[in-house]
């Protein structure tokens, strides 16, 4: 299973609008008092049940679990919940639940977006996200969550509650089609789940009887890859399709499913296995809640679930490169000599082509030219770039408040500026978050927490900075693998006197990804009262950034490196913001973005690059353009609403738009879709390209004698690395391996540092050639690439290689 996609499906799937009012204080009562007499078990009833399952190899007691669900992906366990527990998980839920469906509060499944519902459940069936007081059911959450933490390996596996909800079943509603939740490969055959469910019915009847379709499950699926011919993400994989059946595995197997399911029992499934829930024959709603565990170590990317239109998806995402490489300027080279000769562009972490979009933005942001603070048509364009710039990026970073947006040359530039104001400026305030330095008995140093993976902008610049302050400077190791900060060991050195952590969100140099070290390290320095900073550079044109997630202080990104100009982006915590006091002119206002200062920000310095700013908000459509063409999102004809703002006063421009009210994340067919969810589309698009270029790159590298591929060199597992790969040539400068490709095989590449520190302690090399593929590569792009570098590790390359570069 790819690690990457499922703890963002269970977060992300079923995000929903809370219920706006609370079921009515008599209902719950009567739903107490009507549930507490149903769930008495009858034991005649009890009797039966054990009867009819007593052959079954899946029914077994608690301390049996693991091995049944090793063995055949689903176990049942008989009386796990007592009658006061069963009677609370139903009071807790039913009631919510019916009061949901009554007032039809959009689901976060199925209709969420308008993804039609046939890719996620069944019609007539319900995926109901559930609010759980644990306080309220401890008890049955603690006897559901040893059996989980039984199938997930052992009482020495951490279970995590990532998931509760309800499935809901209408009277007359079809079986589901043979399904399963996540992907596997078969790096993951015969290894313990990652992720396990929970299923117990809820009490609308004294047992859940067959013709209310209980859940089936296919025996043993969970141990074979994909079902089908290969890890690939896909309709025919996972989720319903006519394909998907028993009958198509590659090994002979056979299904269960309960008759009779009473409110005390329990089946536990890997998340791996086959199953589908049945036709409901009978005359009532089936309730079943369930309780999805993973283990405190599962890692998260991205899911499809993301996609509006899965079939949709599927005819359009592999065809991405193929559709985008005209509208990229730059990936056409002419050639002395004459005619054109096609280049394959592999330098992306370098800096990426530039949109065709976005050319037009800047030429139109220079013609006519002008500065914000006039009256005349020219100046006011330019204050409306400088508005929409800010709400592209808050989209961008998934920030609620523009004014937390500051423009700047670089990321590198940008960084001095907050280094500069954070060690050395002025605090118009002390907020409660920053205490460090205004804490002078504190029993530790001073001192700032880096990584060494970093980019030097990342690195060296804040530990010169912090020299300079003389604080100590702290820096955490890579892991044994050579491949990702090592989030424990940086998190220890962060303490009562750390002013600030900084982490990288992915490696410029080796293209590790740290989201999970990044959030560690995040969380660590808010508990300590430090400035969390996150270099998001790299990882920008890759993944989509997430600073509620990541909780960070302050996050930095370059649009170069996707797809725009060169120009720096920051986002800043606001009271941060709003409490440090940067180097300006005394002369400029000394706030904010507002509308008195024509949108400007204290943190701004001269002029800002207007045409930058327009072509990099050109960039963010871009990429936000993607959910349309190839994510399955098809929003509403309004874009002058797509960006949902409504602090700022109303443009002078537009006043003829009404400022949108607030708006729900959660969609109905009638609601303009956001700039953020568009976003989210077109990365998850741009992902499931990428997947497929890291894994052809890497399936082919590693048959190649002599090529090294630094850092993680998985195939089957991607999802912890972009797709930028430092690559070395045993025998081979890397100076002398670039110029090969460059040179005779028309790759666009370089080889260094890259701008790192870590190469020697790493991994034994002064630097190394790198490649860095974007979605505009294609598959035959990386088959090109792959045939150079065997070439470039034969024999005869490497003695005239010793020869030309000593």
Known sequence: ??????????????????????????????????????????????????????????????????????????????????????????????????????????????SRGGFHELTQRSPGRYDMPAELSLERTLDPDRKLRSLAVAALGGDTVPAELAFVGVVVSEPGADAQRWHVDSLHSSAED????????????????????????????????????????????GEEIAYQDPRNSPAMLAAPTSTFAPT?????????????????????????????????????????????????????????????????????????????????????????????????????????AMVPTANVGGRYDASLKVGQIVREGRRAFADFFNADDDATIVFGANATTLNVHLANALFFGKRTSSPSFF????????????NVVLSALEHDSNLGLWATFAERAGMEVRVAPVDSFGAVVDAATMVEMIDGGTVVACVGLAS????????????????????????????????????RLDVKDLDCDFCVCSPYKFFGPHVGVLYGRRAL????????????????????????????????????????????????????????????????????????????????????????????????????????????????????????????????????????????????????????VDGVPYDALVAELNDNHDIALTGGTHYCTFWEDLFQVPGAARLSFLHYNTLDEIDAVLDALETASNSAFLRESLQRWP
């Not at 007592?82 to 007032?103: F, G, H, Q, W, Y």
């Not at 005819?315 to 096609?342: Q, Y």
């Open 1 to 110: 299973m790819n690690r990457s996609r499922v703890r963002f499906h269970l977060k992300k799937k079923r995000a929903f609008t809370p219920l706006p009012t609370k079921a009515p204080c008599w209902a719950e009562e009567a739903w107490k008092e009507r549930t507490m007499r149903r769930l008495l078990c009858q034991k005649e009833s009890r009797r039966l049940l054990q009867r009819s399952f007593s052959s079954s190899v899946v029914c077994c007691r608690p301390e049996e679990v693991r091995g049944v669900v090793r063995d055949y992906g689903v176990a049942y366990v008989s009386d796990v919940l007592d009658t006061t527990s069963s009677a609370l998980l139903a009071a807790e839920l039913l009631p919510r639940i019916e009061a949901m469906l009554e007032a039809r509060v959009p689901l976060g499944i199925g």
């Open 190 to 233: 015969g290894q313990p789940p990652n992720l396990v469910n929970v299923f117990v019915p809820l009490g609308v009847e004294d047992v859940l009887r067959a013709a209310a379709g209980p859940t089936e499950f296919a025996l043993g699926s969970h141990k074979l890859t994909n079902h089908h011919h290969s890890a690939t993400f």
């Open 577 to 728: 913001l709003e409490a440090l006091s940067p180097d300006k002119l005394v002369v400029s206002d000394g706030g904010l973005p507002s509308e008195e200062n024509c949108y400007m920000s204290k943190w701004e310095t001269g002029t800002a690059q207007f045409e930058a700013i327009a072509g990099a908000t050109a960039a963010v459509d871009y990429l936000a353009g993607l959910g349309t063409r190839f994510g399955g999102l098809d929003p509403k004809p309004n874009p002058k609403l797509l960006s949902l703002r409504t602090h700022l006063p109303p443009d002078p421009l537009s006043a003829d738009v009404p400022t949108p009210p607030s708006f729900s994340r959660l969609l109905s067919e009638d609601q303009v879709v956001t700039r953020r969810q568009l976003l989210d589309a077109g990365y998850a698009a741009i992902a499931f390209h990428e997947d497929k270029l890291k894994r052809r790159f890497l399936k082919g590298a590693n048959a190649i004698p002599k090529l090294k591929v630094l850092g993680h060199a998985d195939a089957e597992n991607v999802a912890n690395r972009t797709s930028t790969f430092a690559v070395t």
């Open 435 to 446: 205490t460090t330095t205004s804490q002078p008995n504190s029993k530790t140093p001073p």
């Open 260 to 364: 009779r399911w009473t409110p005390r029992d329990a089946l536990v499934f890997d998340d791996r296995t086959l199953h589908r829930g049945g036709a409901n024959r009978s005359t009532h709603r089936r309730f079943v809640a369930y309780f999805s565990y993973r283990r405190s170590d599962f890692e998260a990317s991205t899911h499809f679930e993301a996609f509006r239109s899965l079939p949709k998806f599927l005819a359009e995402a592999p065809e991405i490169a193929s559709k985008v490489r005209d509208e990229f300027p730059g990936l056409v080279r002419k050639k002395t000599g004459g005619g054109t000769k096609c280049v394959v562009v592999a330098d992306g972490a370098g800096g990426s082509q530039v949109h065709e979009s976005v050319l037009d933005a800047v030429r139109d």
């Open 508 to 543: 410029n140099g080796i293209g590790s990804l740290n989201d999970e070290a990044t959030k560690a390290v995040c969380e660590a320095a808010k508990a300590y009262g430090a400035v969390s900073f996150v270099d998001a550079v790299h990882s920008a044109p890759h993944a």
